[in-house]
Structure formats: structure tokens, C-alpha cells
């Protein structure tokens, strides 16, 4: 038989091969091995062009920014694209002269000079080399995002600084705290040609994607980067023939690396710092890579477009391997030292780039740029790569990390990296951020408030809020050591962590309470007892938990929502019945406020990531639910199915109204319509009908009088006379469980009417039409509420085909299958069998 707890299809009927013949790959799998030659298709082709135009202008500009050689950002650049394009982990990820190491590579060429920089780039490249081939990409990425993205920020507003001097026409200085100081005195010495083009690069840069209507669509695809440096070449040519421009030397004098001389401890440092901040930037931007890949795919989904080519997930180890290539060979060539970025590489995503063919190719026109467009590189403001540059730096302080930071309380740990990284330099700043993350880390661990209220019952409340460590234990020990002996006394734990220490402090002083009389009741977050089996201590205020044992919850009820319930029902007429109404008003409104509450804080956080998901797919559910509104049927905890599995239709009696026949004349098809909706709309697979134990509905049909009152209710639960009749039929086998008789007359036709309800659902014509294509299955379920137990109707019975209607038990772990029945004793309408 088929599986016949609703559950969500798992497809397993496709072919195994299926994954494989359609070119995808499995969420979680390694890369697939390279197979087939070097391929370029048209979209990497124009992808490359893209990033190509974004590239040039931007390794100009650090190397400006860097005070060194211009010829070395275009190495760079060339380097980054074929080298680690080639050998890189993340296809789509370009690489170039890192923007991040700006900063510590200008201080390294003004201390060392360039060329033992080019060796001490040699040097953090192949400690890359080592640290891939060690896996030990994914423990960078271990590091606080508070210290990374403050590293990154902090790099970004020292860019930002010293770039402003070259834009106003000056030099930087050699810090950014210099570079502050002096600020003034340029602003009052601006020259007025430079700080005119790089305010109209600036302009550009912001205005460019902005662009409305559909010219500015068009003019769009041209990225802002090459339109403001083009745009502001123009003008300077014309307007400003005198401004400093790019100055290219003659390859001939391309200065090459030579043995590092200087401090063994300052050169290693300075290799380690390198090293860091470039595998830092490489694998943030190789993650970020993954995603822009991902949302892409999803997005042409979305859209009803042909999906790109799968790409393959980042490889972290192989991608810092390779960025210690590239490093190593751009220090041999003389150029600047190389990292991936997220500007080139964002733009490569969304330029429609498919491999890592993209990449290489950007490099490869970098190449012939440089050797054979140096003129036209020529003409380019130094103003308008300063500018550029600028506003790179200004984008890596990114405000979204910003408000993420701030959410999860670690600020300050941002703030003191960026105020480090800009006062003391990149390396000081990342350990002054790391002391403080660890200072806020014990400050937390070591933070316990410990409260003692005191009840109107005379109960006593102790909360103690953080984690218990030996720390708080003379805090512990002294509020504890203040209640009176004998005390009924609630104590409650909400934290993460208690010590030894700890724990035997509580432990005496529950032996010394308990001794004199006193009776402690410990609970935690789940407001499970301490002294109770792990199985109960964590049943109180799990998400199907009744109200009425939430006692952990109504613990800690937020004193504004009490107040406002409380105030509601003041203002209520009072009188004796009335205010008896108004506290049961009052207790429903507190008991649904609470849960609310409860899920808000507890379960919504797990869950909002799939909602958000079902949210933007809309609902694919595989099975329609039909089952009574009896308040103790969940649905979702005794078929272990989440959001999206099942479309849930519930009524007095589980009941399914045959198609015009009584239904429609009282002016309700509220359950034919939504049977309609799941089998043709929705395109369910199965549809399951769902009785269970000491049924009202079937209850009340049992005994009801000759003559029923024509309320709305018996008019309804007319729909289930023919269960009745059906059970007192002798032309029908009855409905039973496997191995043991029915209970009694009421669980009798609770079964008999699951069975029923099946034949009437089998005369709607979309069911209908469903069964006889071979695309639908219906499902007989019976749940026993006192015994937590669920049966399912065997595979014969379901389908209308067999002689037999049992119920057979599903047992934890099984495997569903024909479970063999033998004939039982009937049991007589009314009559009760005993054990």
C-alpha cells in the first residue's frame, strides 16, 4: 500500500538518474569533476566585456591609491582573471588588486619600498598555498562578522579619507588619522580642475544606475564605472587640458621583486597582515559570489525564463589555494597583490557570465589593454580613478551589516575593530576587535540577574536570567540564603549553562528548603521540571503544548499586555454574572495573548526562513486533510508535517456531503468547494479523511431523539445518518480495528463513518475523474486520542475494493504493508464489549 500518512511526496518514484541526465546537482554535493574542454558561450563572452570595463579603471585607481606603479594594477588584474580564474574554487568570482589591502599595501611600499613589497606579496601567497592545502578556509570564516565587517569598514573609510586628497588635488599622508588631520588644510587649497572632475565622477557614480525611463535602461547596461571615467576624460579633455593624468612608464622599467631586507618580525608581520585581510576579502566575496548565483537562478524561475547553466558551489579550500597562486605570481611579475572582489565579481553575476570562462577572459583583455591601449589609458584624469576609488572605499562601509550587527548586540565589538583599523592599522585593529568581541563574550557569560518576588499566594518566584558559572555563585549564594525556611518557592532557570558550582549551590539549598518543609519546584526556558525524566521536563511549552500548562510562559507575561487586558475589562458594565463572563473573557484573552506571544518568541524565529519561502512560491500541498474540529486533533503533531504539506479542511464530524444533496440546500458547500479547489487546483495527491476517539458528532447521532430539533447543528450533522444506517446494516461488513474489538457503539461508528465518508467523497466528480485517471488515492485514518495512537485503513478498504474494512496500527519506525485480519465478533448498536 501506499504511504498513507500525509506527508509531503518525496518523488521517490523518478528515476535515480534523473539528477544527473538534467545537468543539475544536489544542494550540498562536491563540485562535479571537470570534464570536456575550455568553453565560451556568448554570455561569458559578453560578461568579460563587462567586467573588463569595470576592471581597467578600478586597478588604475588603487594603484594611484597605493602610490604605486600604474602598471602594476593592471598586472594584477590580469593576473587575478586568468590565474585564479583558472584555478580558483568560486567560477564566477573575479579577482584583482585587492581594495581591502589599500591601505597596508601603501604603508608596506612607503616603509619597504616596491619591490621588497612584491616579495612580501610572494610570501602571503604562498602562506595561502599552505593554508588551503590545510582545509583551513572555512576556519577563517570562524572569525565574529562584527571584526570582518568592521575590518573591511575601517579599510573603506581609510580609502575613503586619503582618496579625498588626491580628488582635491593633493597627496595623501601616510595614515588615515594624518589624513583626517590635514583634511582642513586641503579643503582650503582644493585646485579647482581636479575637485571639478572628480566631483563629476562622484556625480556619475551615483546618478548612472539611477537613470530613469527607458533611455536610462539602455544606458544602464553600461557599468556606472566606465561611464564616470569616460564621461570625466571627455570633459577634462577639453576643459581641463592641464590636469593630472595617468602617467604609464615603458615596460622596460617595470620594476620587479628583490629579497626582502629589513626586521625578520616586521617582514613576517607584514606577510601575515597581507595574507589575512586578502583571504579575509577572497572568501567573504567567494560566499557572496554564491548567492548573487543562487538568487539568479531562482529569480529566472521566478519569472518563467530558461534558468542559467548550473554553476558550481564555492570550493573555499580550492579558492584560497588559488588566490596564494595568483598572489605569488603577480609578486614575481611586479604586481600589486590580488584578492576576489565583490564589485567585479557582482557585476559578473549579473551580466549574465555561466563559468569560469568569464573570468579568464576579463583577464586576458586586461592583458592586451595594457599592452596595447596604454595611450588611451593616458588620457584618464588621476582626479576621476580617485574619486572611483573613493567611493569604493565608502561602499565597503555597508549599513546593512551595520543593522545586522546591531541586532545581535555586538556593536560594539564593531565599533572598536573599524576605530582601530583606522587609528592603529589594519592588524592592531583586528586584535583590539577580537579582545573586545572576547571582553563582551565573558561579560555576557558572566552577567546573571537573579530576582526574588514574592506572590500574593504566598508562593515565591526566584528568576535568574544569564548563566550560572561560579561567578554568580556569591550572588546566587547571598539572595538564596535570604528566604525563610519551608517556603513553597518556584525557581526559575533561564539560561544556557550552569556549572558545577552552580548546580551544588541550588542542590544545598533545595536539600535545606525540602528538610524544613519547603517545596521547590525548579523550571527552565521549556518550564520543564529539573527532577522530572528528560522526556517530560521538555513537554511543557513546546509549540503543542496546551494553554493551560504553559506555566513557564504565564510566568514571565509582560506586564503592558496584562494591564491592557486587565483594562478592557474594567471598562466593562459590572455586575455578578457579568463579571464572572468577564474573567473567563478575561482568561481566554490572556491564555491566546500568551501563546501568541509565545510563538512569536520561540518558534517564529525557526520557522520565518520556510514561511518567507512558501510566501514567495505560493503552497504546493501533496494532501488534502479532511478531519473533525475536536480541539484535541492536531494535525500537524500526529502527522509530523510542517508548513506547505497538508491543505486542512475540518468540521463538526469529519463529514463529506455528497455533491447536491443536502449540502446545497442549506446554503453551505464550503467543503465540496474546497475538495474542488485541492484536486483540481492544487493538484493534491491523495486525500485522507481523518476520524477519531469519542467523536461528539457521532456521539450526538447515537443519541439523538425521533424528532431533532431543526438547529443548524443537526442540520449538519445530518450528513452523517448514513454512517449510522451503514453500521447498523447488515448488508456491510463493519469497520474494526486489527486485533482487538471496538470499544464500544461510539468508536464503532466513528470507524464505520470514516469508511463512509470515503464513499461519499468518491461521488464528487473531480475526485472521481482523479481516481479513475490513476492520480489520486484516498486514505481511511482513525485516531485514538487516550492512547496517542493512529491506525489507518488497510489498502483494500481505501480504494472500495475489499471485502474487509480494518483499521490497522501504525507502529513507530514501520514500514507500511498488508497486515492480515481475521473476523471478529460483531458488537451490537448500543452495547458496550467488555475486556
Request: glycine letters at 10%; a positive charge; hydrophobic letters at 45%.
Amino acid at each position: 500500500m501506499s504511504a498513507c500518512v500525509p506527508t509531503r511526496n518525496d518523488h521517490s518514484s523518478r528515476s535515480p538518474h534523473s539528477s544527473r541526465a538534467s545537468g543539475l546537482k544536489r544542494p550540498h554535493s562536491p563540485p562535479p569533476p571537470h570534464r570536456g574542454r575550455f568553453r565560451v558561450s556568448g554570455a561569458d563572452l559578453s560578461a568579460s566585456i563587462t567586467v573588463f570595463l569595470i576592471a581597467v579603471p578600478m586597478s588604475l585607481g588603487l594603484a594611484v591609491a597605493m602610490d604605486a606603479p600604474l602598471a602594476a594594477g593592471l598586472v594584477s588584474a590580469a593576473i587575478g582573471g586568468i590565474v585564479a580564474g583558472l584555478l580558483g574554487g568560486t567560477p564566477l568570482q573575479v579577482s584583482g588588486p585587492s581594495a581591502g589591502l589599500t591601505v597596508v599595501t601603501a604603508e608596506l611600499i612607503q616603509i619597504y619600498g616596491w619591490r621588497t613589497t612584491c616579495a612580501i606579496t610572494i610570501g602571503a601567497g604562498l602562506l595561502q598555498i599552505l593554508l588551503g592545502t590545510l582545509k583551513a578556509a572555512r576556519s577563517a570564516l570562524a572569525v565574529s562578522p562584527a571584526i570582518v565587517h568592521g575590518t573591511l569598514a575601517g579599510i573603506g573609510v581609510a580609502i575613503a579619507l586619503a582618496q579625498l586628497h588626491i580628488v582635491l588635488g593633493g597627496a595623501p599622508q601616510s595614515t588615515a588619522l594624518d589624513n583626517a588631520l590635514s583634511l582642513p588644510t586641503h579643503l582650503t587649497q582644493a585646485k579647482p580642475a581636479a575637485l571639478a572632475i572628480g566631483a563629476l565622477t562622484v556625480l556619475l557614480l551615483v546618478v548612472w544606475p539611477r537613470l530613469p525611463s527607458r533611455i536610462g535602461a539602455s544606458l544602464r547596461r553600461i557599468p556606472a564605472a566606465l561611464a564616470a571615467v569616460v564621461i570625466a576624460t571627455a570633459v577634462a579633455a577639453v576643459a581641463m587640458p592641464g590636469i593630472a593624468r595617468v602617467d604609464l612608464p615603458s615596460w622596460r622599467a617595470h620594476a620587479l621583486p628583490e629579497l626582502p631586507q629589513g626586521p625578520v618580525a616586521a617582514l613576517a608581520t607584514a606577510v601575515f597582515t597581507v595574507m589575512l585581510v586578502a583571504s579575509l576579502e577572497s572568501l567573504l566575496a567567494a560566499v557572496a559570489v554564491d548567492k548573487l548565483a543562487a538568487d539568479r537562478a531562482t529569480a529566472a524561475t521566478k519569472a518563467g525564463a530558461t534558468p542559467p547553466a548550473p554553476v558550481e558551489r564555492a570550493d573555499l579550500d580550492r579558492e584560497l589555494r588559488a588566490q596564494g597562486i595568483a598572489n605569488a605570481v603577480s609578486g614575481l611579475a611586479g604586481g600589486l597583490p590580488v584578492s576576489g572582489g565583490a564589485v567585479r565579481s557582482s557585476a559578473n553575476v549579473r551580466a549574465g557570465a555561466e563559468s569560469r570562462a568569464a573570468t579568464v577572459l576579463h583577464g586576458v583583455w586586461v592583458l592586451l589593454a595594457a599592452l596595447f591601449l596604454v595611450t588611451v589609458l593616458e588620457w584618464i584624469p588621476l582626479a576621476a580613478l580617485g574619486a572611483l576609488v573613493m567611493v569604493v572605499g565608502i561602499q565597503m562601509v555597508n549599513f546593512a551589516h551595520i543593522r545586522k550587527v546591531h541586532r545581535h548586540r555586538e556593536f560594539l565589538v564593531y565599533g572598536a575593530t573599524i576605530s582601530g583599523v583606522i587609528l592603529a592599522g589594519v592588524l592592531k585593529g583586528v586584535a583590539i576587535g577580537i579582545v573586545v568581541a572576547v571582553a563582551v563574550a565573558l561579560h555576557r557569560l558572566a552577567r546573571t540577574r537573579i530576582t526574588v518576588t514574592e506572590r500574593d499566594d504566598g508562593r515565591y518566584l526566584v528568576a535568574a536570567r544569564g548563566q550560572l558559572t561560579f561567578l554568580a555563585v556569591p550572588r546566587l549564594s547571598r539572595v538564596l540564603g535570604r528566604l525563610p525556611h519551608g517556603i513553597h518557592a518556584v525557581v526559575e532557570l533561564d539560561g544556557f549553562f550552569m556549572d558545577h558550582a552552580a548546580y551544588e549551590t541550588i542542590q544545598d539549598w533545595y536539600a535545606v528548603q525540602t528538610a524544613m518543609g519547603g517545596r521547590i519546584e525548579f523550571t527552565g526556558r521549556s518550564g520543564g521540571r529539573i527532577a522530572e525524566p528528560a522526556s517530560a521536563s521538555h513537554s511543557c511549552c513546546r509549540p503543542w503544548t496546551p494553554w493551560r500548562n504553559h506555566h513557564c510562559h504565564h510566568q514571565r507575561q509582560d506586564a503592558a499586555t496584562t494591564t491592557a487586558v486587565a483594562s478592557h475589562t474594567l471598562s466593562q458594565p459590572a455586575s455578578s454574572a457579568g463579571s464572572e463572563r468577564a474573567q473567563v473573557h478575561r482568561r481566554g484573552s490572556h491564555r491566546l495573548l500568551s501563546g501568541l506571544s509565545s510563538f512569536q518568541r520561540t518558534t517564529a524565529p525557526l520557522v520565518r526562513e520556510e514561511l518567507a519561502r512558501l510566501a514567495t512560491e505560493g503552497q504546493r500541498p501533496s494532501q488534502l486533510f479532511l478531519t473533525c474540529a475536536d480541539s484535541r486533533l492536531v494535525t500537524s503533531m500526529i502527522t509530523a508535517s510542517g508548513p506547505g504539506d497538508l491543505f486542512t479542511v475540518r468540521n463538526v464530524g469529519n463529514l463529506v456531503p455528497t455533491p447536491g444533496t443536502g449540502e446545497s440546500t442549506s446554503g453551505d458547500e464550503s467543503v465540496a468547494a474546497a475538495i474542488e479547489y485541492a484536486v483540481d487546483v492544487l493538484e493534491v495527491e491523495s486525500i485522507t479523511i481523518c476520524g477519531h476517539s469519542g467523536c461528539g458528532a457521532m456521539q450526538a447521532l447515537l443519541a439523538a431523539p425521533p424528532e431533532t430539533p431543526r438547529t443548524p447543528l443537526w442540520r449538519w450533522l445530518r450528513h452523517g445518518l448514513p454512517s449510522l444506517e451503514r453500521m447498523r446494516s447488515r448488508h456491510h461488513s463493519w469497520a474494526r480495528i486489527a486485533g482487538r474489538l471496538p470499544t464500544d457503539a461510539v468508536e464503532q461508528l466513528c470507524l464505520t463513518n470514516v469508511v463512509q465518508q470515503l464513499e461519499h467523497l468518491r461521488t464528487h466528480e473531480s475526485v472521481a475523474r482523479r481516481l479513475e485517471a490513476g492520480t489520486l488515492h484516498l486514505h481511511g485514518m482513525y485516531f485514538h486520542v487516550g492512547e496517542a495512537q493512529a491506525y489507518l485503513l488497510t489498502e483494500g478498504a481505501s480504494s472500495g475494493t475489499g471485502p474487509d474494512e480494518v483499521f490497522a496500527r501504525v507502529a513507530p519506525g514501520a514500514v507500511w504493508g498488508a497486515e492480515p485480519a481475521t473476523e471478529e465478533p460483531r458488537v451490537a448498536p448500543g452495547s458496550t464489549v467488555g475486556a
